[in-house]
Structures are given as C-alpha cells and as structure tokens.
C-alpha cells in the first residue's frame, strides 16, 4: 500500500460560516481526482467495522481503482455541495473530534484495513 498523500485546502480569507463553509466545498472538489472512489467524513454518515471498510475497499481495489479520496471538513462541517458528490458519507462516530484528531484516526482504520487484507493478526475484531 503506497503512503497516503494528504492535500490541505485552506480558505485564507475572513468570511462569514456559511460562505466559508460554501468556499471550503468548492476548494474541495477542486482536488478530487477523477474516477477515484470518494468518502467525505460526516457524523450523519454510515458506520462501518473495520471489516466493513476493508471489504468495501477490497471490492473498489479488485474493480481497477488505484487509490481513494477522502475529504474531512472544516469546523463547521462539509458542504452539501461535498456530501451530494461523495460514493460513500462515511462517519468514525457522532461525537465531534478536532480535525487532526480525525486525520490520524482514519490513518489508523486505513492501516488497519491493510492489515485486516493482508490477513495479518494485527486486527482481532
């Protein structure tokens, strides 16, 4: 599995919530790669085992695609314009977490999924 790349996108400009928010979208899907399978991190998204996200991960790897998109949001969230273009809303639980936080804990699923398709012990649940 090839190291992850992470790609900051950043608003520098002091606008209201709701145009941020709006902006912050737009940036995004301005780095979606093409034909990539994209999951946006939503509370309000599905929760998957780990099992669940390697299976699924599986079955986008064995249909040709290379890689995965992921996109976390800003504080006040993803826009909708994010949430309507994403595969898959997924959510790592309801409760709010910093968004590094979320960073380093989806790391930590996409490390186990490899080890879950590696058939490695690492994963015991």
Same mark, same amino acid.
Do not use: C, N
């Given at each position: 599995?090839?190291?992850?790349?992470?790609?900051?996108?950043?608003?520098?400009?002091?606008?209201?919530?709701?145009?941020?928010?709006?902006?912050?979208? =737009?940036? /995004?899907?301005?780095?979606?790669?093409? !034909?990539? @399978?994209? #999951?946006?991190?939503?509370?309000? &998204?599905?929760?998957?085992?780990?099992?669940?996200?390697? =299976?699924? /991960?599986?079955?986008?790897?064995?249909? !040709?695609? @290379?890689? #995965?998109?992921?996109?976390?949001? &800003?504080?006040?969230?993803?826009?909708?314009?994010?949430?309507?273009?994403?595969?898959?809303?997924?959510?790592? !639980?309801?409760?709010?977490?910093?968004?590094?936080?979320?960073?380093?804990?989806?790391?930590?699923?996409?490390?186990?999924?490899?080890?879950?398709?590696?058939?490695?012990?690492?994963?015991?649940?």
């Amino acid at each position: 599995m090839p190291p992850p790349v992470i790609v900051e996108v950043d608003e520098r400009r002091s606008l209201p919530p709701v145009q941020l928010k709006a902006r912050e979208g =737009e940036l /995004i899907l301005g780095a979606l790669p093409a !034909g990539v @399978p994209f #999951l946006a991190l939503d509370e309000r &998204g599905v929760q998957w085992s780990s099992r669940a996200l390697a =299976e699924r /991960i599986a079955a986008w790897r064995d249909r !040709g695609s @290379p890689e #995965l998109t992921f996109a976390i949001g &800003g504080a006040d969230g993803l826009h909708s314009m994010v949430l309507d273009r994403a595969d898959v809303t997924l959510s790592l !639980g309801s409760m709010t977490w910093p968004h590094l936080l979320v960073r380093g804990m989806l790391l930590e699923q996409l490390y186990r999924v490899q080890q879950i398709l590696a058939g490695h012990p690492y994963h015991r649940g």
